[in-house]
């Protein structure tokens, strides 16, 4: 076969009204001129997933200045810049049959994009046309010889460049991440800057609403960055400890929390989030009814069970409201988090608070569950945990409260001095913690065993389905309640994490060793390192750790040693 984009088109010319098997003979390289095109998966008919195809050029022959691919955080800004440029080629052109994963507000590190120090690399799926089970050559030599060519050079790879904008997403996204890892040393655990708009369009929507309120720190709260670019970016820094965001219903407070969730990311020009940043290792916490839970501590939270189920490590099939959200705090302890995230309206009551009347009714000793109100303190005081609560119904983490933050109409107001009074005067108010002894001192590890996570059906990888499911054998595991993953790509890399984290497993090596062992090998590896089957693949973004562990938890057949 002659490897070149003529020799392609007499090839799939040829091939019009075969068998659909026969497109198989394209695997292979072809030489474009200014580009190469590599084949890598052919698919097997026209039902089946569809091809995978790459597009390589010389990064010297590609319309992106070098500077712009020095160091790390500039290629994953860059890369990101050329996928949203194609994607909305793609959404906005009739190439059929080509698509590639399309990226969301967020700005991750992909593979539908691939920039190195000499060389850019695109991933794109193409849906090869049939007739019946015949294959179409001539809309198919289409499709790869001219509308393939034709969506490259209007690209931003080469005549649609607009290097002024390559320019800004590049130093927006270095100053994102200067200010979240400034956060730490400022005794901030969040930021939201003057300006942003945090409310979304719709509730199935992560674009941001257009008549959105613009956020204004209250000055109590105000911190001033000077980043990388020279830029000056003010707003409201969240200090290190409790903070508690109150205030009436639609007024913001959950909008607020949310955008912070997501700030453990930074986020393209215009999203209206692009300066909430939040320490990276935060997690979010919720009730998650009828999870599965195995061999999780959660006896600083619940013990004593009349059944006498002993909690220290509890495991269940079907986890109720209260104990689904101790083992989501506990696994979020168990890898290391300096933040917790929590909105009253997705928590168990029971499980968030007591008040008097109800302790006064039933007696300490009757009652297996010690309220997190009761723990919030301990948290923070005994593993450097802060948290920020929302609480639109309960003035019982006043007391304990560092900060009070009000939102009114979305706009913030600290109110802590006011709250610190009724707590002062009002027992509702007030937490009650008379432990004596560290409650947090135990650091429990949980031991898979060697076959911990093999699949029952081992001819079935584990793989990403949407963004809610993963699918490991003949299991499904629900992260659904995961609500800092965000984009399908990242449950795609989640999965082929799972089967990274089952070569680790050993039967001595406990599960948050074998979670970061894999992590660090993706931070020096790369994504693509994580696929060991097939051609590389343009349907993966950088997981975090939490998502990671948290699925591993969810796992209803997780074996740990006894």
């Known amino acids: 076969m002659n490897h070149t984009l003529q020799g392609l088109r007499s090839t799939l010319h040829q091939l019009d009204g075969n068998g659909y098997g026969a497109y198989k003979r394209l695997k292979g390289s072809y030489d474009y001129g200014e580009f190469d095109l590599v084949i890598d998966h052919v698919q097997s008919d ?44 793609l959404c906005g052109c009739s190439y059929r049959g080509l698509s590639m994963s399309k990226p969301g507000q967020e700005i991750l590190e992909r593979t539908n994009v691939v920039v190195s120090d000499d060389t850019v690399e695109v991933r794109l799926s193409v849906s090869l046309p049939a007739g019946g089970r015949r294959i179409k050559g001539r809309a198919a030599a289409h499709v790869l010889t001219n509308d393939l060519p034709d969506l490259i050079e209007r690209s931003a790879l080469l005549s649609g460049m607009d290097q002024e904008a390559l320019s800004r997403q590049v130093d927006l996204y270095l100053d994102q991440r200067n200010l979240q890892q400034q ?164 928590s168990a009551t029971n499980f968030m608070i007591r008040d008097p009347a109800m302790r006064e009714l039933i007696p300490a000793g009757s009652e297996p569950i010690t309220p997190f109100v009761d723990r919030v303190r301990p948290l923070l005081e005994e593993r450097n945990t802060s948290t920020v609560l929302v609480a639109g119904g309960t003035g019982a983490f006043f007391g304990v409260a560092d900060h009070v933050i009000a939102m009114d109409e979305y706009i913030p107001s600290d109110v802590t001095a006011r709250a610190h009074e009724i707590a002062a005067r009002d027992s509702t108010a007030t937490g009650n913690d008379d432990a004596a002894e560290p409650i947090f001192a135990r650091r429990p590890r949980r031991v898979p065993q060697a076959d911990a996570l093999s699949p029952s059906d081992r001819r079935k990888p584990a793989r990403g389905r949407g963004l809610d499911s993963i699918q490991v054998g003949r299991e499904d595991i629900d992260v659904a309640y995961l609500a800092q993953l965000v984009d399908s790509s990242q449950t795609n890399a989640i999965a082929l994490c799972l089967e990274a984290v089952t070569r680790e497993l050993d039967g001595s090596t406990d599960l948050v060793a074998s979670v970061h062992h894999v992590m660090e090998r993706l931070e020096r590896d790369g994504l693509d390192a994580l696929v060991r089957r097939g051609g590389p693949r343009g349907d993966l973004a950088w997981p975090r750790a939490q998502e990671l562990h948290g699925a591993i938890s969810r796992y209803r057949k997780l074996k740990l040693r006894s």
Not at 52 to 69: E, G, K, N, Q, Y
């Open 46 to 89: 026209p039902y089946a997933p569809p091809s995978s195809i790459r597009v390589i050029f010389a990064l010297a022959d590609t319309s992106i200045p070098h500077s712009m691919c020095e160091g790390h955080d500039r290629r994953v800004a860059t890369a990101d810049f050329i996928a949203r440029d194609l994607t909305k080629l």
């Open 183 to 346: 956060l730490a040393d400022r005794g901030l655990v969040s930021f939201v800057g003057d300006g942003s708009v945090l409310p979304r369009s719709s509730g199935d929507s992560d674009l941001p609403l257009r008549s959105g309120v613009a956020f204004r720190s209250p000055q109590t709260f105000r911190e001033e960055f000077t980043l990388p670019s020279g830029r000056t970016v003010t707003g409201m820094g969240v200090p290190r400890g409790i903070t508690v965001i109150v205030g009436g219903g639609y007024h913001g407070k959950s909008t607020l929390l949310r955008a912070m969730e997501r700030g453990v990311y930074p986020h393209v020009g215009g999203d209206g989030r692009e300066w909430v940043l939040t320490a990276p290792d935060a997690v979010s916490i919720r009730a998650e009814d009828g999870r599965a839970v195995t061999g999780v501590d959660i006896s600083p939270f619940i013990a004593n069970l009349p059944s006498g189920t002993r909690t220290e490590s509890f495991t269940t099939t079907n986890a109720s409201g209260s104990t689904s959200q101790a083992a989501n705090l506990a696994e979020a302890l168990e890898l290391g988090t300096s933040l917790l995230l929590i909105d009253e309206d997705t």
